[in-house]
């Protein structure tokens, strides 16, 4: 069999327990364990930081523009996400302020 659709079928099987596992173990009507609830309220957030981290660690701070594209994205990202609420808009946002509009400034 060819490796690259074992390959295929692998990550396909792999992505299906992923989404499908979260229902058997928490079947509706139980109530759902304190870790778990706990993990869903933190997670989003220590996601936010280790983006702002991994984003930032490329930066050339002794540069000639001294960080300033990054700073600027990550400030239009918290800005957007104090506004809205919303992670997935605020991230989406600050990454396409950052790849298309600072970069083609800051060249």
Known sequence: MNPILIS?????AVTFL?????FA??????????TI???GQVLPMAMMAMLVVYGLRTASWLGPYHGTPELLALALTGFIHHWKQNSLMSIGCGTLFYVFLVQQIFR
């Open 8 to 12: 295929i079928l692998l990550m396909a």
């Open 37 to 39: 609830a706990y993990l």
């Open 25 to 34: 173990v928490f079947r509706p009507g139980q109530p759902i364990p304190k």
């Open 18 to 22: 992923t989404r499908w596992l979260p």
